[in-house]
């Protein structure tokens, strides 16, 4: 069975830093890409990060860039956000989301973790 | 990265279909044909019900169906039961790995 549980969400200052993971089990975790995706207190979804399975190609989106650092361990099954100068807007529950290939295509987000609550505030 | 837009709520009562709608632009919807959806119930978290605009995953009912015209995708759910209460994020891919969601919609059945 697929599990993702993430870990390392804390309440932290602004401007603080804060070092999220995810251990990943019941697949060959070095084989999948993976994303993280965030969603704020009563609001939508957000993708936030993008690694391949190698950590050749990396990309995050506009509002996290140069602040965040998507990296893993595929040795340890282990997914990680490094997340520096936070803001308010970046209180969020984040999520840890791998994909599938399926016969007709590829679910870009099939499994998710249950979440970890970063809290941004004084 | 601006979020795709969907309209916040919608609402049917059972057996009824609704359409919720998820307008973007040609550089994400209107670009590819890589148009998901999703169900979050209150404090899980969400579940795929569509991928590559309209094809369903296994195990999700048939009364769920996608379809895209230009910038604009669309989910349907017909036959309407109250266990479709929920919130729906479409999400599309936007070039060079990266992706963007909508604002979500709230499913009220009456």
């Known amino acids: 069975e697929v599990q993702l549980v993430e870990s390392g969400g804390d309440i932290v200052q602004p401007g603080g830093s804060l070092r999220l993971s995810c251990a990943a089990s019941g697949f060959n975790f070095s084989s999948y890409e993976m994303n993280w995706v965030r969603q704020a207190p009563g609001k939508g979804l957000e993708w936030v990060s993008y690694i391949s399975s190698s950590e050749t190609k990396i990309y995050y989106a506009d509002s996290v860039k140069g602040r965040f650092t998507v990296s893993r361990d595929n040795a340890k099954n282990s997914l990680f956000l490094q997340m520096n100068s936070l803001r308010a807007e970046d209180t969020a529950v984040y999520y840890c989301?791998?994909?599938?290939?399926?016969?007709?295509?590829?679910?870009?987000?099939?499994?998710w973790g249950q979440g970890t609550r970063v809290t941004v505030s004084s | 990265q601006s979020a795709l837009t969907q309209p916040r709520s919608v609402s049917g009562s059972p057996g009824q279909s609704i359409t919720i709608s998820c307008t973007g632009t040609s550089s994400d919807v209107g670009g590819y044909n890589y148009v998901s959806w999703y169900q979050q119930y209150p404090g899980k978290a969400p579940k795929i019900v569509i991928f590559d605009v309209s094809k369903r995953p296994l195990g999700v009912p048939d009364r769920f169906s996608g379809s895209k015209s230009g910038n604009t995708a669309s989910l349907t759910i017909s036959r309407l039961q109250t266990e479709d209460e929920a919130d729906y994020y479409c999400?599309?891919?936007?070039?060079?790995?990266?992706?963007?969601f909508g604002g979500g919609t709230s499913l009220t059945v009456l």
């Open positions: 989301v791998r994909p599938t290939m399926t016969i007709s295509g590829r679910i870009p987000f099939d499994y």
């Open positions: 999400c599309s891919f936007a070039g060079r790995y990266t992706w963007v």
